[in-house]
């Protein structure tokens, strides 16, 4: 881990924290939610020993990366964080057309709206959870999952500023974070108002103390609210992608997800995935590969095998 190199990039108004390792073809990750560049770490070890130059920003927001307007949920848009790593990648690899990128959680929801937007900038896709979803003309995300879910759903729960920081703040952060990575019920997530997360986990085997403890310093030192405000501009990101209502994303991809993960077992998103709705937009999807007996933070828990699978990917292009 001493080897990554550390470096602050000043762009769009922030100072963006990014970790890298090796020389090669670019492979940019994109965390998620509650996590920082150093979820990634195992693979930022292996990637750049196999010859390509990995980079892992912590997003706005997040971690060391400063100068985001936390409490202003209208600066988190999907707009704002494809902006962010358009604007990274012109200055840390000005001549290079495409590069390589590997998503996670609201990393991957990103990743799908960077190849949406500027598939001339992505060479191909490795996306882990979070499938591409085509827009509801019908209903916004937050209303639907509020349709499905009831108000205690975790999404429902987040809307509100100050409301989710301050059951957070009760908690602590240590144990927030414990139970979130901990988490591994395949299905709905739910936070009921003033019950917190009904008891305390036990820390996950694939997280050390030491893991952990990083986790804690850096959102004791920020807080959750930039982390929550990606949920809270989910309204807008509605609004603001009207006009890509049935557009494709036409990147090389390969979408690897645990088996465990409520994000595979929200209402039809196995039908979607599985019989074809997936491949219609997503017209470039090479591969789909669900691991067995894992939850959400894949990239985290079975390192190795995802190492593995990015780089039998990534390898072909």
């Not at 602050?8 to 924290?17: D, E, M, T, Y």
């Not at 789909?288 to 292009?317: C, S, W």
Request: net charge negative.
């Amino acid at each position: 881990m001493e080897k990554i190199e550390h470096k602050i990039i000043p762009v769009n108004g922030q100072n963006i924290h990014v970790a890298e390792l090796g020389q090669g073809p670019l492979v940019l990750f994109l965390h998620g939610f509650p996590e920082l560049w150093y979820s990634w770490r195992h693979q930022i070890l292996y990637l750049a020993a196999q010859g390509y130059r990995a980079v892992a920003p912590d997003l706005r927001g997040y971690g060391e990366t400063t100068g985001a307007p936390v409490e202003d949920p209208s600066k988190f848009t999907i707009l704002h964080m494809v902006g962010d790593l358009i604007a990274l990648l012109d200055v840390i690899e000005p001549d290079t057309d495409k590069v390589f990128v590997v998503g996670h959680d609201w990393g991957a929801s990103i990743a799908w709206h960077l190849c949406l937007y500027r598939p001339d900038k992505v060479k191909a896709l490795v996306n882990l959870g979070v499938a591409f979803f085509p827009r509801s003309p019908e209903m916004n995300p937050v209303d639907m999952f509020r349709s499905l879910y009831g108000d205690d759903h975790y999404i429902c729960r987040f809307q509100e500023p100050g409301d989710i920081e301050a059951e957070f703040a009760q908690i602590g952060t240590k144990e927030v974070l414990k139970n979130f990575f901990a988490f591994r019920t395949p299905g709905p997530y739910y936070f009921p108002k003033g019950k917190g997360f009904g008891g305390s986990a036990d820390k996950p085997t694939w997280l050390s103390e030491d893991n952990l403890e990083y986790y804690t310093k850096k959102f004791e030192q920020t807080g959750f609210s930039g982390g929550v405000n990606y949920y809270r501009a989910f309204g807008r990101n509605w609004e603001l992608n009207a006009p890509w209502l049935g557009a494709q994303v036409k990147v090389p991809t390969k979408y690897i997800v645990g088996e465990l993960d409520p994000t595979y077992h929200i209402a039809g998103a196995k039908e979607f995935i599985h019989k074809g709705g997936f491949q219609k937009y997503v017209p470039l999807l090479k591969e789909v590969v669900v691991i067995e007996g894992a939850a959400h933070f894949i990239n985290q828990e079975r390192p190795a095998e995802i190492n593995q699978h990015i780089y039998d990917f990534l390898k072909q292009f």
